[in-house]
């Protein structure tokens, strides 16, 4: 038998935590001392410990332990907790990577002018097309690329004659901004008389009014592209009529590097009235 202080050094956790421990039924002493109220622990007990700490620094909570202390024995068991555990420290890994990205972007932008000034807004018209379009609700902004998939998917077949200019663009149907299950539209300009496919519709777009601001690099810098379209609408006595939508001068498809994306944030508009 080992006195708690033996036990602590042994296994590197302190009298606290093992006190803690006991407290939760996590491990339990193998005996306490009725009259000294002593705890005592197994040398049995010394690898239980070592993997309660290697779990805990794998980020499991104290309480998710004992089950996966219970199935530790089972392969198969382990390697559910292990895998399920894995997935959750990757997602946060990378919420991590982008906060950091959000906080080294403003850390890089302090005592600048301000963002709005780097991009120029302009009003022109958007000319009548034809276009092979793909309209879907899909599940949040960034998966973007299934409709693009199934564009290139159902069209393969017909060797589409792509306009030029081409207008590789992304129209936003719903109301306001959402987190999730959002209402997009994807559109290519095409030459040349073709049949619907399964989810592909060849239509005309008519010509429509918009103000638009382009941006190089990643899509975290549309927010600073729509504000100066949103202060230019302002200042100039127009205001918003109809879906937002971005045209992709340069996109993923064409380069892996983020900094050489250029997007262009296209509002429709139409001059106030009163």
């Not at 622990?41 to 499991?60: C, H």
């Not at 109809?242 to 997007?263: C, D, M, R, W």
Request: hydrophobic share 35%; with cysteine.
């Amino acid at each position: 038998m080992l006195k708690i202080g033996d036990f602590s050094k042994l296994t590197q956790i302190s009298i606290r935590m093992l006190r803690h421990y006991d407290e939760l039924g996590l491990l339990t002493p193998e005996h306490v001392d009725a009259f000294t109220g002593y705890r005592y622990y197994s040398e049995a007990q010394l690898p239980v410990a070592v993997r309660i700490t290697a779990l805990k620094d794998m980020g499991f909570r104290l309480a998710a332990i004992p089950e996966i202390l219970r199935r530790y024995d089972d392969p198969e068991a382990l390697s559910a907790f292990l895998t399920q555990k894995q997935t959750e420290l990757k997602a946060e890994a990378e919420e991590t990577a982008y906060r950091l990205k959000l906080l080294e972007t403003a850390i890089e932008r302090l005592g600048k002018d301000d963002g709005t000034m780097n991009y120029d807004v302009t009003l022109k018209q958007m000319p009548e097309r034809q276009v092979a379009s793909v309209r879907q609700v899909i599940p949040a902004y960034d998966q973007e690329q299934i409709l693009w998939n199934t564009l290139q998917r159902e069209t393969a077949h017909l060797q589409l004659q792509v306009a030029d200019p081409c207008y590789s663009l992304a129209v936003y149907h719903d109301e306001g901004y959402k987190e999730s299950d959002v209402d997009v539209e994807i559109q290519i300009a095409v030459t040349g008389s073709y049949q619907d496919t399964e989810h592909v519709r060849f239509k005309i777009v008519p010509a429509i009014q918009i103000a638009s601001a382009t941006y190089q690099g990643s899509y975290e810098k549309i927010t600073e592209a729509n504000e100066a379209v949103a202060c230019w609408v302002r200042d100039n006595g127009y205001e918003f009529d109809g879906a937002a939508f971005s045209i992709y001068h340069v996109s993923p498809a064409q380069t892996q590097n983020p900094e050489e994306l250029v997007t262009e944030v296209c509002y429709p508009v139409k001059k106030k009235t009163s």
